[in-house]
């Protein structure tokens, strides 16, 4: 079974700030890991998503994140905050064995001015 | 195309009443996937399906809730009777494949009186 622990339920940051959010996972077979936005009002919409390959992987909206295997880590980082990423973010995890994809709790991102 | 398309986007009903949540799915997608939000339990699966086969409903909360979906482009979810406590935002969301991106609707945002 996979999981993922996201620390930290709400991050606030000042404008032009580096964001850095926290995600690590429990997994016994090499994970596929997803970070997700949702806006208020909103779906869940892709941001960047790791499932071979290079361990850097780069998103929409100048987000990145990196896979440490060593860590089991997948943190979300973007070196300068804008107002308009004020947002809740998932970070989630599935496997190609158990193709359950599997949420995190979210983390709420408050910019402040 | 489109997207995930919810009706209805909000419902109100009383408790006991039967409720249907409809989803049509990206055309082309083979995975359907049935998510309920509250602040208090986050975002948690209820049901997935593959091919229209359902693969795992470990999530759905009790016997009250089922889930179908009849043909590619169509899966209903029902609460029934349905209790104050199945208040939440019900998300649908489709994939091509886990791996994939998972495409979500805006969500129905039930009440239960």
């Known amino acids: 079974a996979q999981s993922v622990t996201q620390l930290g339920s709400h991050v606030s940051v000042s404008e032009g700030a580096l964001v850095l959010l926290r995600c690590n996972y429990s997994?016994?077979?090499?994970?596929?890991l997803f970070w997700y936005v949702q806006y208020p009002n909103q779906g869940l919409q892709l941001l960047l998503k790791?499932?071979?390959?290079?361990?850097l992987v780069k998103g929409i909206n100048g987000f990145e994140a990196e896979f440490k295997k060593s860590e089991t880590s997948f943190h979300l980082t973007k070196p300068s905050a804008h107002m308009s990423d004020a947002a809740e973010y998932f970070c989630?995890?599935?496997?190609?064995?158990?193709?359950?994809?599997?949420f995190g709790t979210g983390t709420r991102l408050t910019i402040i001015p | 195309d489109a997207g995930v398309i919810q009706s209805p986007r909000h419902e109100v009903t009383e408790m006991g009443q039967e409720v249907t949540l409809r989803c049509k799915p990206i055309?082309?997608?083979?995975?359907l996937f049935w998510y309920r939000q509250t602040m208090m339990r986050g975002l948690e699966l209820l049901i997935y399906?593959?091919?229209?086969?359902?693969?795992?409903d470990s999530g759905m909360p009790e016997d009250r809730f089922s889930a179908k979906m009849p043909n590619a482009s169509f899966s209903t979810l029902k609460i029934q009777p349905s209790e104050p406590r199945d208040s939440a935002v019900y998300f649908c969301?489709?994939?091509?494949?886990?791996?994939?991106?998972?495409?979500f609707g805006q969500g129905t945002r039930l009440t239960v009186v």
């Open positions: 969301a489709s994939s091509l494949r886990t791996v994939s991106e998972a495409f």
């Open positions: 997994s016994s077979v090499p994970p596929y």
């Open positions: 790791y499932t071979t390959g290079a361990t």
């Open positions: 989630a995890v599935s496997a190609i064995i158990n193709e359950k994809l599997t």
């Open positions: 055309s082309g997608h083979d995975y």
């Open positions: 399906f593959n091919n229209n086969v359902p693969i795992d």
